[in-house]
């Protein structure tokens, strides 16, 4: 290929990029701006990328009304509790899977991931059945049940495809020092496993976080509500507060932002980068 077609290439992949970022940016930007804008402007045409006039308004609006801090709170503790049992109970669950022999492995294996097949919303009838029969319905703590169990599949999936790959060479070893299954699993597995941890813990808050259909059926008590049902309550009947709603939901990404910078670090490890330097 001669130089100058290389260039050519080049220009194109670059303008495809910066074409692609402006399709997902746009709509945050509008969000963005039109959070601080008043409802009379909301609808205005053109769009205003820039407010004006700016206001916080919608802000504080949703700061102050409709128990929004408790709902934001609700949400903040069921997700992280959700997401620790989560990652922990699936991190065993791959470990058992990538490092042990037992009878119907691969048949258990293969009906855990049956669950990955079937559609969330053809379970909600069922779920709210079963939380009405074990009496826990409109509380977290019946949140936090169906979101774990409905997570572990897929992270249990992730997780022993990553387990599965560690050098069978340093489970050995440890094996030939006396290290029980439980060692294994704390002080090698899970080191090493850091990057594929840090993936599920990121995916698993991200369900959570924003799930609204099994908190809509399963939470009628107002004191119980999440954030997606908070936010929801702010649609009215007539019509729609889109500043107030893009306001909410700007301060609910607010911790997705938080939860990914802090795990980003683990993606670029990789599992010889991870054993190396322990």
Sequence with gaps: MTPARRGASSVLRYVALIAGALVMVTPFVYMLSTSFQPQAYVLSLPPQLIPNPATIDNYTRALTTEDFALYFVNSIIVTAISTFFSVLI?????????????RFKETIFRVLLAGL??????????????????????SLGGLIVFYVAGSLSFN????????ASMPGELDQAMQVD??????RYARLALPLARPALATATIFTFLNGWDEYPIAL???????????????????????TQWGLVFAASLIAVVPVIVIFLVFQRQFVQGLTAGAVKG
């Design 156 to 163: 249990t999936f992730l997780l022993r495809g990553f387990l």
């Design 217 to 239: 059926t399963l939470i009628s008590d107002p004191g119980s509500r999440t954030l997606p049902l908070a936010i929801a309550t702010f649609q009215g009947q007539n019509a």
């Design 117 to 138: 097949t079937i559609p969330a919303i053809m379970l909600l009838i069922p779920q709210f059945v079963l939380a009405k029969n074990l009496g826990i319905l409109d």
């Design 90 to 102: 699936s991190s065993m669950m791959a470990f058992a899977f990538a490092r042990f022999q037992f």
């Design 178 to 183: 006396g290290a029980s299954a439980w060692t």
